[in-house]
């Protein structure tokens, strides 16, 4: 069986956690259409000193219930046990394909961040409009997640925080780190754009991904 490393975060004092410039996290971010049946969602390990370690892919299903495992199995393929945190691009992926980031935490051992950047009253109606036979576990997973945190980086950005295996002052110290200017944390940039060409070469024209409206 794989053995992660495990980093323990559960007090306000992990906002002072150091972070060597070897440490890796994986970064998580999507490209999409929804006339498709299958995104495509990249990993992307990234060094504390921004060098990039590797790259893997899956193909969650739009509007399905497979990003959780998806990403898993993704995980698992990379074969890395020096990953120390993921970052997510967003929980909601794949048209509302609802990622399990309790269960990502549980699963590898590694704490999870999730960073969003939109003020949103909820996606309870469009779940109910979109999905009426399953609307509820959907729901529950992102509640399983609890309430999205504002914060100001040291950027002068606004971004929401939503956190598994970690406190919020160390999830905000983790994406301070790694937010060179903006709000959007380097392993998430490069693997939006990793993802974006992929996405668009393997459907043999330029596409504009929806990514952006669910967030």
């Known amino acids: 069986m794989n053995q992660f490393y495990k980093i323990g975060v559960t007090s306000d004092e992990d906002s002072q956690v150091g972070w060597k ?19 495509l969602a990249v990993g992307l390990v990234m060094r504390g000193d921004f060098r990039i370690d590797g790259f893997g892919v899956c193909r969650p299903t739009i509007g399905g219930r497979d990003s959780t495992e998806s990403l898993l199995e993704m995980f698992m393929k990379l074969k890395r046990q020096d990953i120390r945190a993921w970052i997510l691009g967003g929980s909601l992926i794949s048209w509302f394909n ?20 939109h003020p949103s009253e909820g996606v309870e109606k469009y779940l109910k409009e979109y999905f009426p036979d399953d609307w509820r576990a959907r729901l529950e997973i992102l509640e399983k997640a609890g309430v999205r945190t504002p914060v100001r980086l040291d950027t002068g950005h606004a971004a929401f925080l939503t956190t598994a295996g970690a406190g919020i002052p160390w999830a905000k110290r983790l994406i301070d780190l790694f937010t060179l200017d903006g709000r959007i944390p380097e392993p998430v940039r490069v693997a939006r754009l990793i993802a974006a060409a992929l996405f668009r070469d393997g459907h043999g024209h330029d596409i504009e991904d929806d990514v952006e409206s669910e967030n």
Do not use: M, Q, W
């Not at 410039?21 to 995104?39: D, H, P």
């Not at 609802?98 to 950047?117: A, G, Q, R």
């Open 21 to 39: 410039s070897g440490a890796r996290v994986l970064g998580v971010a999507e490209s999409f259409k929804k006339t498709y049946s299958n995104s």
């Open 98 to 117: 609802v990622v399990d980031i309790v269960e990502l935490h549980e699963k590898t051992s590694i704490p999870v961040v999730c960073v969003t950047y």
